[in-house]
Nanobody, 114 residues
């Protein structure tokens, strides 16, 4: 079974930046398509960005131009660089395969507030 450990969240002011990291363990092979999901209070979890082993990338419209997803295939590690953060980016962020197949990790909380 694959386990995800997310980190890098925190509290920032609007316009600030954060870099999230996700380490996947428990698998000897790379996951073809990995993504960052988020769940804001009172809302459903949504996919915000994903990347394949071949570096094909997709972003949700709400984060295009502000977030950058990248991965290190050798270590099955996923990152999300978040710039120009907005209050509506406040959520718990998770990583998983796309489509989601494995159990969720504990997530990392991002709070954007002045």
């Amino acid at each position: 079974q694959v386990h995800f450990v997310e980190s890098g969240g925190g509290s920032v002011q609007p316009g600030g930046s954060l870099r999230l990291s996700c380490a996947a363990s428990g698998t000897s092979s790379n996951i073809y398509r990995m993504g960052w999901y988020r769940q804001a209070p009172g809302k459903q979890r949504e996919l915000v960005a994903d990347v394949t082993l071949g570096s094909t990338i997709n972003y949700a419209e709400s984060v295009k131009g502000r977030f950058t997803i990248f991965r290190t295939n050798a270590k099955n590690t996923l990152y999300l660089q978040m710039n120009s953060l907005k209050p509506e980016d406040t959520a718990v962020y998770y990583c998983n395969s796309v489509p989601k197949y494995y159990y969720w990790g504990q997530g990392t909380r991002v709070t954007v507030s002045s």
